[in-house]
């Protein structure tokens, strides 16, 4: 790459200062408004049963190209395009009547790598009935995959200059959309990582801190290799790269693969602190402490690179943010994941004549409950005249930036469940196959699919858009173009995202 190019390339994710968190928040609801409209047209109109290329095309539309609009074209009038996404779901709901199945499923679907069965004993944090622990859960899988779509995304548009300056990563002190996305990646990660401690918490032998470590060094040793991989591919190919993101050697991958093994200390905390998510507020705390009690702030904003540490602090300091963010994603994963929470914050939601709570509303009332305290949280902490005061910083991962993100991925779930819960409610006798059959109504299967094979396609985005940008000169495309490279390379993802999945195929990594 050409030194004057690179120097541009470079100097077009440089000193941005971001946009507003409202701006953000009408950009993103554009996620859940077209996951209304895929919803409308499979319960009135069976339009994605059964399956097939027009299926797909308008999936792909609604749940890729919805998003992709709303972070270029559509950048600066976002609330045009969810009205325009929300009015033929709005007019079709109202003028057409529930769709009666097209044909008769002689064989229900399998379900998909995600179930597993370990009976237990409940614990203070979340109660759950006895069988199948976990069950696959489609606002679970649709938030995970629209996530997914905008993250990969959002990492090549960030090239061309049809995607907003102000939606590109800050260089100090702001909030934009791909800081978001950072943010969330992590905390989706927490989220599916919630798993193991279930089953620790529900199994009757413990597990020990040296199998728990060597179970996380077993799941981080891929990310540490593609970390490797990347940095010596961004150093071999003179790749232009933005070093206050990370520093000069860390990257992303680094960040990850570090995550599992902490968390994994962290679970030891557990049994003196009953709460992953006041774990995650004290890490976030202290860490904060540190910035401001220290030199730390300093020394990560400004500090000459001159060896090692100094070279990658913004990675190194960051983690403990990240972590934190993990932690808050564990810590909602411990009440979504479960195949019947009944655990607390109830409001009184009682069933029938049994006095048991209802899973469903058990499980509403906790979402909202935990969205509006973590929304409450992040306002004190940046709220100048009855709060701390505090700006969100991506490249310290700060106080505000981690309960930014907890926030907005809760109220995101919170959404997503909501749809779901109007939309496809629960099978009236629930069954391993009616459970199946409506996971497979309930989702798209674009989204599914990015779920599925979310880290391997993340994978795949950061290949194509090194591809891309290796072969392409980004800065001189017109936006007509743009969004002609963009959209070949989303359904290039789609297509083998699906394909993975309609073989059934999960890479683990």
Known sequence: MANSYKALKEDFVSNLTGGSISEINKVTMVAPVAVILWSVLQVRLSYFTPYGIPSFLTDFLLNCGAILFAITIYSSIPLLLNILLISPAVL???????????????????????????????????????????????????????????????????????????????????????????????????????????????????????????????????????????????????????????????????????????????????????????????????????????????????????????????????????????????????????????????????SGGSGKPQPQRALLYTLLGWSALWILLFNFSTRLKFGLGLQVSRRLANLPYFLWVTAFNTTQLTLFYLIESYFFPPPQSPSPASESQHYSAAVSKVLDAFNRNGLPIFLLANLLTGVVNLTLRTLDFSPLKAIGVLGAYAVLLAGVAVGLDAYDIVIKM
Not at 133 to 154: D, I, N, W
Not at 320 to 341: D, R
Request: charged fraction near 20%.
């Open 92 to 350: 079709i709901y109202i003028a057409s009547r529930p769709a009666t199945p097209r044909h008769k499923q002689a064989k229900p679907p399998i379900p998909k790598t995600d179930h597993a069965r370990d009976n237990g004993k409940p614990v203070d944090t979340v109660t759950v009935e006895k069988g199948d622990l976990f069950q696959r859960k489609a606002f679970v899988s649709t938030y995970r995959g629209c996530m997914m779509v905008v993250t990969c995304l959002a990492i090549l548009a960030v090239d061309f200059k049809v995607f907003p300056r102000r939606f590109a990563k800050v260089e100090n002190w702001g909030t934009s959309l791909m800081d978001l996305g950072v943010g969330s990646f992590v905390f989706s990660a927490g989220l599916v990582g919630a798993r193991p401690v279930l089953k620790e918490q529900y199994s009757e032998q413990k597990t020990t801190l040296g199998k728990r470590l060597y179970t996380a060094a077993r799941h981080s040793l891929p990310l540490l290799l593609l970390g490797l991989v990347r940095l010596y591919s961004v150093k071999g190919l003179d790749y232009a790269e933005h070093v206050t993101e990370y520093g000069v050697h860390w990257n992303f991958f680094f960040t990850l693969g570090f995550l599992p093994p902490f968390a994994a200390l962290f679970q030891s905390l557990f049994a003196y602190i009953r709460s992953y998510a006041l774990l995650s507020l004290l890490l976030g705390i202290a860490y904060q402490i540190a910035l401001d009690g220290t030199g730390l702030k300093a020394y990560v904003l400004t500090a000459k690179r001159t060896d090692l540490l100094s070279q990658n602090r913004e990675g190194v300091f960051s983690f403990f943010g990240y972590l934190a963010i993990f932690l808050a994603g564990q810590a909602t994963g411990i009440y979504v994941i479960p195949k019947n929470y009944t655990g607390r914050w109830l409001l009184g939601s009682k």
